[in-house]
Nanobody
């Protein structure tokens, strides 16, 4: 069992930044690959970022590459998503996800590869 709780969302002006957090509990968190996904109004869930259990490998969706940064602090059982240069197109509910595994430096970019999900945190970017 893994529980994930996102926080850090809110209202921000275009061009601003937010740091989202995902606090995790459960076994072997330090070895779990993690991901961030988002669902915008009227759209399907989309890949945002992923990080390996070790933190040594990361990946980003094309729409956020260069603006967002995923990181983790395994001592705090927390994964972060730093979001910069936000635009109204980034408005969405952001979800973190975990894949229980011991895959070391592997990461995953597809939602179906993850088994644990948080409830989401709302990000709203005004124009």
């Amino acid at each position: 069992q893994v529980q994930l709780v996102e926080s850090g969302g809110g209202l921000v002006q275009a061009g601003g930044s937010l740091r989202l957090s995902c606090a995790a509990s459960g076994r072997s968190f330090g070895s779990f690959p993690m991901g961030w996904f988002r669902r915008a109004p009227g759209k399907e869930r989309a890949f945002v970022a992923a990080i390996s259990g070790s933190g040594g490998s990361t990946a980003y969706g094309d729409s956020v590459k260069g603006r967002f940064t995923i990181s983790r602090d395994n001592a705090k059982n927390t994964v972060y998503l730093q979001t910069n240069s936000l635009t109204p197109e980034d408005t969405a509910v952001y979800y973190c996800a975990a894949k229980p595994s011991y895959s070391g430096n592997s990461y995953y970019t597809r939602a179906y590869e993850y088994t644990y999900w948080g409830q989401g945190t709302q990000v709203y970017v005004s124009s």
